[in-house]
């Protein structure tokens, strides 16, 4: 997603420390330590880009704690304008890299993992890239739970059908695949921006719900 460079983006993040973490060390401070250890249901989303749908899942679920991963200090402040619209309290905000962050992440193993319109990354030699690569489902395994599942979405057929390779072949089992999420739509899908953008324009979407134990 690229997005104009917003020079006042890492203050407006910054002023924001009990929601928004911008610096790796920001995670051994203590009120982010109670939050990582604390034993609420946690789900988390990587690359949420603006944040449509780990906002409305918020808002949805007073009950469960939400993390939204997005590299992008420019996206992030449209996800915390959200959160703070919609004066959500179940939601915090990490302004980093998953490479980066995995490992605070690992102290107290999350529930539930959302991959929405990732970045195809479509040149073999770009492969690693992919959020979806078995580096990256390595990286999951060690902050997830055991029976923890993962939901992916994409417009992106090659990208599809490249993750239900790579996640096969990693052990992922696969609880539901749907090759066209909007024709007879669930209830219960929550469309994301890229996902209401490629839809407009008349892109399939393909969705997938994987678990490594049942
Ligand atoms: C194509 S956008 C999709 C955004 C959103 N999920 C949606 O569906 O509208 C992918 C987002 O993932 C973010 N991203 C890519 N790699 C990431 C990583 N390793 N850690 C955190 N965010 C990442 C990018 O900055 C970008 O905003």
Not at 7 to 28: C, K
Not at 128 to 149: C, M, Q, V
């Amino acid at each position: 997603m690229r997005m104009r460079n917003k020079p006042w983006a890492i203050d407006y993040l910054n002023q924001h420390s009990e929601i928004v973490v911008t610096e790796v060390d920001d995670l051994q401070q203590d009120v982010w330590q109670q939050f990582i250890r604390s034993n609420d249901i946690k789900h988390i989303e990587v690359g949420s880009g603006m944040g449509r749908f780990i906002t409305t899942l918020a808002k949805q679920n007073p009950y469960i704690q939400y993390i939204s991963v997005e590299l992008d200090k420019n996206v992030m402040v449209r996800v915390l304008d959200k959160v703070l619209e919609q004066n959500l309290d179940n939601i915090r905000l990490i302004c980093l890299p998953i490479e980066e962050i995995h490992d605070y992440l690992a102290i107290n193993p999350l529930d539930q993992l959302y991959l929405n319109f990732s970045d195809p990354w479509p040149k073999n030699r770009h492969e690693k890239r992919r959020l979806t690569h078995h580096n990256y489902l390595s990286i999951y395994e060690k902050f997830l739970k055991d029976d923890a599942l993962i939901q992916f979405k994409t417009d992106n057929r090659k990208l599809f059908e490249y993750s239900l390779i790579s996640m096969s072949q990693y052990g992922y089992q696969f609880v539901d695949i749907n090759l066209h999420v909007h024709d007879r739509e669930p209830d219960d899908n929550i469309r994301t921006e890229y996902e209401e953008k490629f839809s407009s324009k008349g892109s399939r979407i393909y969705m997938l719900k994987a678990k490594l134990n049942e």
